[in-house]
């Protein structure tokens, strides 16, 4: 079993780093998982597009796992029937496309995740809401406290963490522009937990801020 990850892919705009020419010499199979850290948007408008979307990602040789980032029609993602999967919380949205919820800690071959999907969009007031823009593209306090929960369970342990965006810290030195809110300061509480490694999208940059947190969007890095 290995584990991919890699950054936002938007629909089909940046779909290309997940082609099946760039695995095919690795011989993967249904076991094996590629994770998106946000903006899939492989369920966006329930229409062609997401059918044409749906079964690309069904017809590949792994599972596609996916956070929520801020570009999801949450109207439709929770509109799917929640399931457990490997100890949390997912929807599943085809046999091999798994949407992973926020606040949840799984274990995947003997290792330790933690999703927290979500992020603010900068470009809000271009956007429509119910149509392009979801005020739940941010976690609400149920969220909050769920993953509170479920990291205290872990005893606040997890070998990876997973999500959009990052802490508010990280993000003024990488990102400053970008606007700080309770998400990414829920996010920036997580630095004192113990934890192996933390990737995320959500800047369109491939950036090693430091030795445990990297910033992906064409980079599809293998973690084992
Ligand atoms: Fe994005």
């Not at 969009?121 to 609400?140: A, M, Q, T």
């Amino acid at each position: 079993m290995s584990l991919y990850v890699c950054g936002d892919v938007h629909q089909d705009i940046d779909l290309g780093k997940l082609t099946s020419a760039r695995f095919a010499a690795k011989g993967l199979s249904k076991n094996d998982y590629v994770l998106i850290c946000g903006d899939c948007g492989a369920v966006w408008d329930g229409r062609g597009t997401d059918r044409y979307l749906q079964k690309w990602y069904e017809k590949k040789p792994w599972t596609t796992l996916f956070i929520d980032g801020n570009h999801e029609n949450f109207d439709l993602l929770e509109s799917y029937p929640v399931s457990e999967w490997n100890g949390g919380n997912v929807h599943r949205i085809t046999p091999s496309l798994l949407h992973l919820m926020r606040g949840q800690v799984y274990t995947l071959d003997g290792r330790r995740l933690f999703t927290m999907g979500g992020a603010s969009s900068h470009d809000k007031r271009y956007r429509k809401e119910g149509i392009s823009w979801w005020e739940r593209e941010l976690p609400c306090a149920e969220e909050y406290a769920e993953a509170r929960r479920n990291l205290a369970a872990a005893g606040n342990r997890t070998d990876y963490i997973f999500p959009h965006c990052a802490g508010s810290r990280l993000q003024d030195i990488i990102s400053p522009e970008k606007e700080k809110n309770h998400l990414t300061d829920f996010l920036d509480t997580l630095e004192s937990i113990s934890f192996g490694a933390w990737y995320f999208g959500h800047y369109h940059k491939d950036l090693t801020a430091d030795e445990k947190h990297t910033a992906l969007f064409e980079n599809v890095i293998c973690l084992w």
